[in-house]
């Protein structure tokens, strides 16, 4: 027995290797003080140099005895954790991520991590303001700090260095923080607020028939009042609650009746939950029943969960899918699982919320970054703890600390909004939460009415489960839906600004049966470019190559891609004529013409722009559901499953943007996001509508949504990506090469280019300029390379690629040329 071995855990020489949250191609090695050996665990944070002189938290990947062989391991400062705060699956689906996505563990590392669990030197703390914490509990060097930030206002951990004279002063922070004494300095942002209605209920001394006979002889001098009661009486023949709308509308009387009635104690007034998501006059139910079709559905996705491990679900728009993921939840649940729901849409997330909150109650647990870090520190801790059963939330919900998952949902599988373009890892949450799902052994559950292209194939080949629920839930119908040629309807001089005859119309009708509409322009701002009618100038980004869209809210030119802005230009800077003419719409601009037109319309609009603030979306939203808006104007934002029982006509004002953008999944997109928009119409048992405006009223794509011919959309497109060599059939890498230099970066792709093709041969195609070619200043060329998905090995492709980036980075002449990797980038 070595010497070694006879030495207490403690007195052994041990390093441990760890990941940091940096972009470095490797983990680093650091040596452990004695004194810290027994504090160290796998999934720990420890607190580390890096470089000259920057701290940072590092989580414990592995330890060991044996020291690196080609540099001196550095001492590590301090132990930040008595627990994990990682487990082992989760450093596993790091590194996937990291091979799989072509980046750096420690970028998923960034991305993983709440801020406040990631500190580093330059990591800015500032004071809590609640008053109920008591300052003289804390230590000295704790009170030192706070004393320190009630001068500063705003501190960062190298502050606190200075001023405490130390570098260990994670743990302090750690305490401070987890005690409430401190906060990461970032805006704090919306909290979920459930959504609540008022209902009236008859008091119960009047239950029975005689009292109800003697409320009325006691009610003969007052005949509005009466009149309530008697149709009050009427309405709960065949509702269960009766909101004071309700009441006031069927009874003809005004507030001051409905008013008296509760303070003579004769009504109550009762506040209940109520759902956005699946209507807005739907009241929470724990023990709602299935239709036939939802329950065939269920024991299909039951049956196929005893084959596979995927199952795609095609509901139609309030088919009743949520109902089918909550029975699915609780019976893993049952079963002493934990499960996910994944959701597109922060705001969509808040929706739903208030269902599941309803059936699982404290063992609900929301994340996403609308919540601030503190918040979401604590349901990392609480899902890391199982305190958490069910954990609903955005895209970076994956990253959680699972510890025994049973069952995944992801609703509105289709939808981009679960891949990130920026920074890295540039990640799809629907094929990570599928890998997370083999590590637990769990199954997962996609559910969408537009099934994305590759998702169906892979069910139609037997690769996932198909289940389809091809019905609306209850007598709710599929809208109808009318293309309106605007070519046409110009021709005939049927046209009023942006709106057909047949549009305008229609909103004129259903707003005089007291109907609501929502219109959608999937372009957000007033103009989208001003161009001089003299000489075609047209007003640009100084940063990127984009015309700068006018917002009439600001009265500013704005940059989409950059966030620059200028004031609105009158006269030409070309050529000095005021002859700046706007060109294209967008939702500021349909709301103006519409106020215009119609001008006795409340009108809202949706948008990224009308949305900011706390509470931005959930009051534009809340309004709408008020019907305090007759017209709701938005872009894709109101496509996201929202659902308003008011609603009965949907118009798109112009179809055309959407088809006939350069994409290859243009036509799948315009398919999806049409029939979501439709979906929101007509989702009770009346009969909405649809109005699409468009150039192009033949096009395929607007035969098939109008029809609900989604099976006849896959089935061309799959046809033309075989022929064409796009998904499902090939894999997609997109590399971008970018420098501030035009003829640097052109070189530079070409080299890149070149070197790939070396070993990868046609399957690498470009360099080309993107659709916007210049970006935050950087010129960008791009780089493509198709892969056959049988017969090759993908991880050595990506190893070739790797390879041949090492030695273009190696060339002194790409010194400063960065190259960014996006793997399945569509």
Known sequence: MSELELLPRDRKTLFVEVVLPLAIAKTYTYRVPFELNERIEIGVRVIVQFG??????????SIQEEAPARYEAKYILDVADEDPIVNQRQLQLWDWMAEYYMCHTGDVMQAALPAALKMASETKIVASENPDLDRSLLSDKGYMVLDALDVAGELSVNDVMKILGQKSVFPLLRSL???????????????????????????KVFFDDESKRGLLDELNRAPKQQDAILAYFQLRKTKTDISRQDLMEASG??????TGLI?????????KVVSRFEGADVILSPDFKFSDAQQSAYDSIKRFFNEKDVVLLHGVTASGKTQLYIRLIEE???????????????????????????????????????????????VWHKVRKSEFQVVIGARSSVFLPFKDLGLIIVDEEHENSYKQYDPAPRYHARDTAIYLAYQHQAKVLLGSATPSVESYYNAKSGKYGLVELLERFGDAKLPQIQVVDITEASRKDEMSSYFSKALLTAIQEAVDRKEQIILFQNRRGHTPFLQCGTCGYVAKCVNCDVSLTYHKTSNLLHCHYCGFSEDTLNVCPACGMPNMQSKGFGTERVEEELELLMPNLRIGRLDLDSTKGKYGFDRVISAFDNQEFDVLIGTQMITKGLDFGNVSLIGIINADG????????????????????????????????????????????????KNHDYDGMFMTEVTERKNYQYPPFYRLIKLDVKHPDKDLVHAAADHLASLMRQSLGPRVLGPEPPLVARVRNNFIQTITLKIERKDISIAKVKELIKQAILHFELDKKNKGVRVQIDVDPY
């Open 52 to 61: 000259k002189n920057k701290i940072y938290s590092a989580i414990v990947k």
């Open 263 to 271: 303070d003579k104690g004769v009504l109550e007034v009762e506040e």
């Open 332 to 378: 893993a649940l049952a079963q002493g699982k934990n499960a996910l729901y994944l959701l597109p849409e922060i705001a969509l997330t808040a929706q739903i919320t208030e269902r599941l909150k309803l059936h699982f109650g404290d063992k609900l647990g929301v994340y996403h970054s609308k919540f601030n870090d503190n918040e979401r520190a604590e």
């Open 658 to 705: 959407m088809i006939n953008f350069p994409d290859f999944r243009a036509y799948e997109r315009a398919f999806s996001l049409f029939s979501q928009v439709a979906g929101r119409a007509g989702r009770r048992q009346a009969e909405g509508t649809v109005i699409i405006q468009t150039y192009t009223p033949n096009h395929r794509i607007l035969d098939q949504v």
């Open 253 to 258: 009387c005004g507030t001051s009746a409905i």
């Open 177 to 203: 923080f987890e005690h409430g004494y401190i906060l990461i300095s970032e805006e704090i942002k919306e909290k979920y607020k459930p959504k609540t209605k008022v209902f009236l209920k008859l008091s």
